[in-house]
């Protein structure tokens, strides 16, 4: 048997032509190599010159200790800082971050995510100052080692925009909510009857009165109305308003004496929302209202001591808090005040601060009582006989002589309201074109017994109406309507005098 055997070893062909294979297989690995290191050499020029020449501030700091690599010209204007300054220094070291520990968290955030988008951080600047800048941030491979590219938005003067509408947007919104709040005082003051209509008389008594106002009217000098009760104080204010500088503006009127002391701190300085139960929003108070305008405080000899505390700091320094709030608000206003007080002997008997007493009275004026003036009863009549018949629709148009007479004979211990609600009660029962007490109406003649007390006074004439209503305090043709009170207000008095049905205590 004959058997074949096949060479297996290469022949010299062969070996060549491997030869060749792996030659040519090595040069086209290296002319890609070559390509693939001109295209990184080109990249990494284009990158270059991107990186120089964007308006964008950028920089490449060390993935670990943020530690500046190399940053563009926009980064250098922005930071105010050099390149010799920047370069081989870390963050913390030129303390870009407001806070060490912001740039810690920064730091944390980064390795956690590989990258932040959109981050709104504050840089600060080489004088000082911060820029707020909106960046985005990647760890990136640098020849083997891990690096952070940053590029950044200057969006300072965006912020300081935004900042700035919301401002304007916040004092429009103040600016609304004051004129809605002036708006309703108006509103409520349209409604309201101020007693007298102007003031009515001429004797040497009112004509002195008129000589003080014109005196005090232009100037911002705070001033303070004496009289008993239903004398026209309030009349005397808006009369030094209206001819005053701050004319175009309201006058605002508080009655110190119809508000409880829990109330009258909120009415007269305003409150936070919270501040208390009820306080279900911001209320602006009525200084704030006032402001650049008149207040009147009406019967100030009953704010509460703790109360004149902080009526004397806004007296002095034109500033106050809200209740429940703690930011000062400044104001400025004309402050006119008024009492049936002897706010100097309040002052003795420590019921009235001293030092605001000599704050108040630096202009004082006192209305006369209507019997030191009973000249100018007649013209006061024709005036609230003229404008009762206009409100009831009734036409009258002359007073009997007997009428006339009885009422130049009383001794009006209530004044010129007391006259004016006498005068209201005689038209409603009117029938005819002449108006004639008949007797219906009970009038006192001058006592002569001697002088009494104003409390003496004012507890006679309430005890008197509240005969006269049947002890009706509420309705419209009760004791409180009469007097020109709130019915609240006319039971805290009653209760003060000692005032009940079945005579006073």
């Keep these: 048997m004959q058997i074949t055997m096949r060479n297996s070893l290469p022949t010299d062909d062969n070996i ?9 297989s090595r040069q086209g690995e290296f002319i890609e190599r070559e390509r693939l290191l001109h295209d990184l050499h080109e990249s990494e020029d284009l990158f270059a010159k991107v990186f120089r020449v964007s308006p964008l501030p950028m920089s490449l700091l060390t993935g670990t200790e943020l530690r500046y690599l190399d940053v563009n010209n926009a980064f250098l204007e922005m930071s105010g800082y ?25 730091i944390r955030d980064l390795r956690q995510h590989g990258s932040l988008l959109n ?57 609304k909510n004051h004129l809605e709040e002036e708006n309703i005082y108006l509103q409520e003051e349209l ?23 014109r005196q005090v009217a232009s100037t911002d000098s705070t001033v303070l109305i004496q009289g008993e009760t239903g004398t026209g104080k309030e009349l005397v204010a808006r009369a030094i308003h209206s001819a005053g500088t ?24 305003g409150h936070e929302k919270g501040a208390f139960t009820g306080a279900a929003a911001r209320k602006l108070g009525r200084f ?20 004149q505390a902080k009526l004397l700091r806004v007296v002095q320094e034109g500033e106050f808090e809200r209740v429940g709030g703690s930011r000062t608000i400044k104001v400025s206003v004309r402050l006119i005040t008024a009492t049936n007080r002897d706010l100097k002997a309040e002052v003795d008997r420590g019921r009235f601060r001293e030092d605001l007493w000599y704050r108040l009275n630096v202009f004082p004026i006192t209305v006369p009582p209507l019997r030191q003036r009973k000249e100018d009863i007649p013209l006061l009549v024709e005036h609230f006989v003229s404008r009762s018949a206009k409100r009831l629709g009734k036409n009258i148009t002359s007073i009997s002589g007997r009428t006339m007479k009885d009422l130049e004979r009383h001794s009006w211990p209530g004044n ?27 009038l006192v003649k001058d006592d002569t017994s001697g002088p009494v007390t104003l409390q003496e006074m004012e507890r006679d004439y309430i005890g008197r109406i509240l005969e006269s209503t049947g002890w009706r305090v509420e309705g419209p043709y009760g004791a409180a309507k009469i007097l020109g009170l709130n019915a609240s207000t006319l039971r805290a008095r009653m209760h003060k005098l000692g005032i009940h049905r079945n005579g006073p205590h």
């Design 16 to 24: 060549a032509g491997v030869i060749n294979d792996v030659k040519v």
């Design 119 to 175: 981050l709104e951080t504050k840089f600060r600047r080489k004088d000082g100052s911060f820029r707020v800048l909106l960046s985005s941030m990647e760890l990136v491979d640098c020849a083997g080692e891990q690096c952070l590219l940053a590029v950044s938005t200057d969006i300072t003067e965006r912020k300081e925009s935004e900042l700035a509408l919301q401002h304007a947007h916040e004092e429009l919104k103040q600016l």
């Design 82 to 106: 050099t390149r010799d300054d920047v370069i081989g220094k870390t963050a913390m070291e030129l303390r870009v971050y407001e806070t060490a520990e912001l740039c810690e968290a920064f």
């Design 246 to 269: 701050q004319r175009e503006r309201p006058l605002i009127k508080v009655n110190c004496a119809a508000l409880s002391p829990t109330l009258i701190e909120s009415e007269l300085f």
């Design 416 to 442: 010129v309201r007391e006259l004016a609600n006498v005068v209201e009660r005689a038209v409603i029962g009117a029938h005819g074109p002449v108006l004639d007490l008949g007797g219906r109406v009970e």
């Design 191 to 213: 409604h309201l009857d101020h007693s007298f209509g102007e003031i009515v008389g001429n004797s040497d008594a009112i004509r002195y009165v008129l000589a003080k106002i």
């Design 288 to 307: 704030e209202l006032a402001d650049g305008g008149t207040i009147f405080l009406d019967e100030v000899g009953e704010l509460p001591l703790d109360l």
